[in-house]
Antibody, heavy 120, light 107 residues
Framework: EVQLVESGGGLLQPGGSLRLSCAASGFTFSSYEMNWVRQAPGKGLEWLSYISTSGSTISYADSVKGRFTISRDNAKNSLYLQMNSLRAEDTAVYYC?????????????WGQGTLVTVSS | DIQMTQSPSTLSASVGDRVTITCRASQSISTWLAWYQQKPGKAPKVLIYKASSLESGVPSRFSGSGSGTEFTLTISSLQPDDFATYYCQQYNSYSRTFGQGTKVEIK
């Protein structure tokens, strides 16, 4: 069974940093492109970042470019999101999402999400 | 970046109604579009990919159409389990964007 489990969320002050993790199991992690998506309370889905299977290709939404860094460790079956210079508007549930195999680019599996709250 | 605009933002309908949601892209995305359903407190679930392909296990009352910049998601006969929020998502090049969502409410 495909499983994606996010962790690392919490409460922190504006300007702080946080690293989210997504542990993958039930599939060959190294064969799948991965993404981070967030959802602010009561709001819609916002795509944040993409990483290719090897990590050689990465892209970001303009809203997080320069502040957030996506990475992966295929040996540990894990995806990461390093978040720096956090703002109140970064408060959201953060999901990792797997893209369908073969370059399809839609998301066929999602984690349960981890809540990040940025508040003073 | 490609912007996705969904309409309406909210839709009130009754069980058995035919429902149509529209998604417009700011530039052509061919058929690189997916539709998702999300229920409160849950992760989204893909319904349609490549604009019109039905994901395995999704009821046939859901259908998608369109290409280029205009797309539609249709629910042929709304069921109680379909009251949820629906999102379109484009996947052109290495950028992905979601529409702002359409909440389907009980009339």
């Amino acid at each position: 069974e495909v499983q994606l489990v996010e962790s690392g969320g919490g409460l922190l002050q504006p300007g702080g940093s946080l690293r989210l993790s997504c542990a993958a199991s039930g599939f060959t992690f190294s064969s799948y492109e991965m993404n981070w998506v967030r959802q602010a309370p009561g709001k819609g889905l916002e795509w944040l970042s993409y990483i290719s299977t090897s990590g050689s290709t990465i892209s970001y939404a303009d809203s997080v470019k320069g502040r957030f860094t996506i990475s992966r460790d295929n040996a540990k079956n894990s995806l990461y999101l390093q978040m720096n210079s956090l703002r109140a508007e970064d408060t959201a549930v953060y999901y990792c999402a797997r893209e369908v195999a073969g370059g399809g680019s839609w998301f066929d599996s999602w984690g349960q999400g981890t809540l990040v709250t940025v508040s003073s | 970046d490609i912007q996705m605009t969904q309409s309406p933002s909210t839709l009130s309908a009754s069980v058995g109604d035919r429902v149509t949601i529209t998604c417009r892209a700011s530039q052509s995305i061919s058929t690189w579009l997916a539709w998702y359903q999300q229920k409160p407190g849950k992760a989204p679930k893909v319904l349609i990919y490549k604009a019109s392909s039905l994901e395995s296990g999704v009821p046939s009352r859901f259908s998608g159409s369109g290409s280029g910049t205009e797309f539609t998601l249709t629910i042929s006969s709304l069921q109680p389990d379909d009251f949820a929020t629906y999102y379109c998502q484009q996947y052109n090049s290495y950028s992905r964007t979601f529409g702002q969502g359409t909440k389907v409410e009980i009339k």
